[in-house]
């Protein structure tokens, strides 16, 4: 296992030479959650769109939580999947509202940050991956989320087991890691994934990690790395 820790940590100072430390905003903690649930299946640049237009709507949650839910469906269609996101959301901010009288989740700072994250997880629809990324870049608490990108990455670069499901990579990947390395890796991780390791065909002559990843040597055709020889005429 301490093999394995300092593998990370070599992969993701490797990462911050080639991509830098990335840099974000933070969001007050509402806010980053329905940002979240708004980018599932869809880009950054949609799920930005659709939030801005939702606020512009909706200056304060609470007038959405009382609009009807067909207004709040039309301001998120840039995100797609309008119909199923709308309720959800509708549904967290009513549950936030019942639990506390008001929708904030400020209130999580004070709480340990397994009772942080089972409180998130007990919203509707909010799974782990929603909860880390708001306890991490809302709530400054240590979670690691794993979305797509990193549990794709993670698995190639022989991080966690192969069969390990995204869920259960949260708890084992952060184990991996400092704290204050997980904002970084996390974003920097997403990052390979969308420009490099890509899902059917990754650019792996091209990848920042190539000399120490094992998937390019464990599929040659994938990865694009097959050396060719000339037929003997």
């Known amino acids: 296992m301490a093999t394995l820790h300092a593998r990370t940590r070599q992969i993701v100072r490797r990462l911050e030479e080639a991509y830098g430390i990335p840099v974000w905003d933070r969001k007050d903690p509402v806010d980053e959650l329905i940002s979240t649930i708004l980018s599932q299946n869809t880009n950054d640049r949609n799920r930005d769109r659709a939030f801005t237009a939702l606020r512009t709507r909706f200056p304060a ?20 999947l309008g119909p199923q996101k709308g309720p959800r959301i509708r549904s967290v901010l009513h549950t936030i509202k019942e639990a506390r ?12 940050p397994d009772a942080a994250r089972a409180w998130l997880t007990g919203l509707p629809g ?6 880390a990324i708001v306890m991490l870049f809302a ?9 797509t990108h990193v549990h794709r990455v993670t698995g190639r670069l022989g ?9 259960a990579s949260h708890a084992y990947l952060a184990g991996l890691l400092d ?9 920097n991780l997403i990052r390979l994934g969308r420009e490099v390791c890509h899902a059917r065909k990754p650019d ?14 464990a599929h040659p055709r994938i ?7 000339a037929r003997k005429r």
């Open 61 to 80: 949650w609470e007038d959405a939580l009382e609009a009807p839910v067909t207004d709040i469906v039309a301001a998120i269609r840039p995100a797609g």
């Open 101 to 112: 009288g008001r929708i904030e989740l400020d209130f999580l700072r004070a709480s340990p």
């Open 126 to 131: 909010v799974g782990p991956k929603t909860a």
């Open 139 to 147: 709530l400054d608490m240590p979670a690691f989320p794993v979305d």
């Open 159 to 167: 991080l966690r087991p192969e069969r390990m499901s995204a869920d």
């Open 179 to 187: 704290a204050d390395q997980y904002a970084p890796a996390h974003l």
């Open 204 to 217: 792996c002559p091209h990848c920042a990690l190539n000399r120490l990843c094992p998937y390019k040597r």
């Open 223 to 229: 990865a694009g790395t097959v050396r060719t020889t």
